[in-house]
């Protein structure tokens, strides 16, 4: 395993002093994923959890449905390459993907359109409900869990959690990617989405709500504010979609019925 | 213009309290970009300067050099899209892009190997010099104008700077898209940037290094974290790249000959 931080030497200005000085900052790997032999997509990331990752990308993607599709999964941190082969090749999977990046920005691939244009038959009916004051504990505990923002404070976090916990957490430079690697993690080790939380650390924008409608996930929290777009997709399917759930505080978005104790 | 905001109706619940308010939150748009009539990507990004938004993307992409190439550029933000027409056409442009959106991730399409193995002959030569205090005096200046991210805490900002003031400044709810569209509106305005400096309020990756050689903009400022590759592409580039500038302090890690004031 990469180290996900490493030491440097700089110059540490502060009023009428500078010093030269030792400090830790993050790690930016380029990471590519080869699936069924073809060279899909090369991700700048953090390189811890690489198997999450790809998978996580990978079912976002649409490319896998299930870890029972998968025939072999083989990450080499040092060449930067993770393998990923399918039992039942997909000959479309090259064409769509040519598509795909071409027609999204920063979205790693999703195709937007395709959401947006799903319709109800998309929308996640959990009957999940949770309390603020449950909601906001768990923010707690996923924030002090960062160890890696902590030194460097140049990372995202995610985190699925029940009712109760957080069941699997991840950091990675990237907010998309650390959501990848959330859900590529449930996925290999069998853990339930559909009546789970996510909790993320960065903004909510539409790209992350199409990787939460994939795996059904009712409710997504962050510390940081959503976009219209973001809020228009969680309405659109069902999804509960908290922002600047903060201290004591949060805004909710979308489908406040699963909030129990402060329902309107 | 589209407006950058919109107001929603959102659950406000701090503490016990919990009321139905009126909210503030950004928008996100995607913008098409269609250089001579191929259609080459779709950003998700805030709806304004989409002029300066394609300039500086394409320029970044290195599709377009200059000003002068440019035969026509035209945007319709009811529709979503940007016409941009040079007087020479590329042949290439359209295999060149193919290929590049399939090896990145998040990074808009910049080949970071092409950066990488490029060599000491990218290397910025800038001799301007800076002092710290007043790199601070401008880092303030900067996150006072940032009047979308006061109503909204969802965008990222960019400025283009000389040594006295802010010459460009830009918001956009992407940390790539905003410094494409401080860079493409200093090449339309024909502003030069081989002396100026660029303070960004995002975390300063390999990406925004890329964007910044491309443009031999010498120093670049951040209140946030880099990566350990965008400090390896900063020194091999020639950049000075300082994050953490909050208050009286900075962090200096590359090139910190060109702070005047506090060398060592």
Redesign the interface.
């Known amino acids: 395993m990469k180290k996900e931080t ?1 030491k ?1 030497d ?6 009428k002093k ?3 000085v030792k ?1 830790i ?6 990471i ?1 994923i080869v699936f069924n032999d073809v ?7 953090s390189p811890n959890n690489l198997d999450y990752l790809a998978v996580g990308f990978l079912f976002a993607e649409g490319l896998i449905n299930d870890k029972k599709e998968i025939k072999s999964l083989y990450s080499d941190d040092r060449k930067g390459v993770v393998w990923v082969e399918t039992k039942k090749k997909n000959e479309l999977a090259k064409d769509l ?2 598509r795909r ?8 691939g999703i195709s ?1 359109v395709g959401i947006l244009e799903s319709g109800s038959d998309k929308r996640i009916k959990s009957g999940i409900k949770m309390k ?1 004051t449950n909601i906001l504990e768990l923010m707690k505990t996923f924030q002090n869990k960062s160890r890696i923002h902590r030194l ?3 990372v995202h976090s995610a985190a699925i959690c029940n009712t109760e916990k957080i069941l699997v957490f991840n950091e990675d ?2 907010r ?1 990617s650390a959501i990848d690697k959330v859900i590529g993690e449930c996925i290999m080790h069998d853990i339930e989405m559909t009546n789970h939380l996510v909790i993320t650390s960065g ?1 909510i ?3 992350i709500l199409t990787k939460l409608a994939r795996a059904k996930i009712p409710i997504v929290v962050s510390k ?8 228009k997709l969680a309405k659109d399917l069902g999804i509960t979609l908290i922002g ?1 759930a903060r201290g ?6 979308s489908h ?1 019925r699963r ?1 129990s104790d ?3």
């Open positions: 490493k440097l700089i110059l540490r200005i502060s009023g500078a010093e030269n400090d900052i993050v790690r930016e790997y380029p590519t060279e899909i997509v090369t991700l700048l990331c993907l040519t990046f071409i027609t999204t920005g920063c979205g790693k937007l603020s460097t404070g140049g430079i990237g998309h903004r924008t539409s790209e940081s504010a959503p976009t219209d777009l973001g809020v600047f004591s505080r949060m805004n909710v978005y406040s909030i402060r329902q309107f």
